[in-house]
């Protein structure tokens, strides 16, 4: 009598699955295939579903085509339907010598075609030949997946890098300027919420996508990393600058985007994450009228993640206190952004500010400076 469905599988070798209505069939096989394989028996096709679903571990499926209730069609259809036995080869058993039929089993997904009665040197031939296949699919697949996981193991790691670079960078020019950590971390706050609300227009859904969005969040820290070129008696001066000094303190983000450029030289190659760094450096200090610094550049031709740097940096000097001024209120900085809408800033922009203005207050409240 052939085995049971619960019958345990013995060693390391391959687990065949027979289905067939016919005992006199079954017999054949299980005395063909036994001799190699372990071997499973179902005689009804929803028997055999049932079976693959709850038993993981057949590694190929012989399946009459023509069974009473579910056929061999129906089953291979939910057989590829499923995520978990797709890949599971499946050979048909047929006493008809129907072309149409078998194309239409293959096009189903079914790995070959036997014909009944049956040739034992046949049948192992093709059985032991569509084993090696799946073997050879299960190891590109094993290895895909190793790959796979060895690249996001190593954009984790480059990402890891790539923060702790700029967070280093920016505690460079932190220990040098009178500004604290926490304007850092709310410009940078300042920058995702702007590029977030932003996103949601139709113009800049490609360009400011979660990724890009990401960077910007990541870079705006760098902003003025120039600082540090800048002479300690114009950075540490506890007041006001002469128009001299100004002239000088201008300098920084220049003096931060060759240190940007300068680094992503060395590297050889093009670093995104640098250059948008470099965008940001450089060109926050200008204004959407072209009278900004350091290149005077208008409109457009301002880098959009320095556009937003510019509101954000601005909305935080005002709304902070610093030893040479008095912070503002809140809704007399917003009066201030609005009035440079279209002069100092991009008008999308302070649009964006105005839809998000209260979550600035809440950002500005939460990591406020200590007097």
């Known amino acids: ?41 179902a005689t009804r096709g929803a028997l055999a579903l049932q079976f693959l679903r709850q038993s993981p571990g057949i590694d190929l499926v012989l399946m009459d085509d023509l069974m009473p209730g579910m056929n061999g069609t129906e089953v291979i259809r939910h057989i590829k339907a499923d995520e978990r036995m797709r890949d599971l080869p499946v050979l048909f058993l047929t006493a008809q010598a129907d072309d149409r039929s078998e194309a239409a089993g293959l096009a189903l997904g079914a790995a070959d075609y036997l014909r009944k009665p049956i040739n ?35 954009t984790e790691e480059n990402t890891r890098i790539q923060d702790i670079t700029i967070r280093a960078l920016a505690s460079l020019a932190e220990t040098r300027d009178q500004e604290t950590g926490l304007h850092i971390l709310r410009t940078q706050t300042y920058v995702r919420l702007l590029a977030e609300q932003l996103a949601a227009l139709p113009k800049y859904r490609e360009r400011l996508t979660e990724r890009i969005i990401d960077q910007m969040y990541k870079c705006a820290p760098l902003h003025d990393i120039g600082k540090v070129g800048i002479p300690d008696h114009i950075l540490l001066k506890p007041g006001r600058l002469t128009p001299e000094e100004f002239e000088v303190m201008k300098q920084h ?15 050889g190659a093009a670093v995104e994450f640098l250059r948008t760094a470099e965008e940001i450096a450089g060109s926050h200090h200008e204004r959407w009228d072209g009278r900004g610094y350091p290149e005077g550049l208008a409109g457009d031709a301002i880098p959009l993640a ?32 609005r009035e440079g809408r279209g002069s100092q800033f991009d008008p999308e922009v302070v649009d964006a500010f105005e839809l998000v203005q209260d979550d600035f207050r809440a950002v500005a409240e939460r990591y406020c400076d200590l007097h």
């Not at 390391?12 to 028996?41: C, F, G, I, K, N």
């Not at 220049?254 to 680094?263: D, E, F, K, M, P």
């Not at 000097?317 to 040479?324: C, F, G, I, K, T």
Request: charged share 25%; hydrophobic share 50%.
């Open 253 to 267: 983000s220049a003096l931060g985007r060759h240190a940007l450029q300068s680094a992503e030289t060395g590297l």
């Open 306 to 337: 320095a556009r937003l740097m510019a509101l954000a940096d601005v909305y935080d000097a005002l709304y902070s206190a610093r030893v040479y001024k008095s912070a503002l209120p809140h809704d007399a900085v917003v009066r201030a952004i």
């Open 1 to 41: 009598m052939p085995p049971t469905l619960d019958t345990p599988a013995a060693g390391r070798r391959a687990t065949l699955l027979l289905v067939d209505d016919s005992p006199v069939m079954l017999d054949t096989l299980v005395q063909v295939l036994t001799p190699e394989y372990d071997v499973r028996v």
């Open 120 to 154: 034992a040197a046949v049948v192992l031939a093709r059985v032991r030949t569509h084993l090696e296949l799946k073997a050879a699919r299960d190891a590109l697949a094993r290895r895909n997946r190793d790959l796979e996981a060895e690249v996001r193991r190593r």
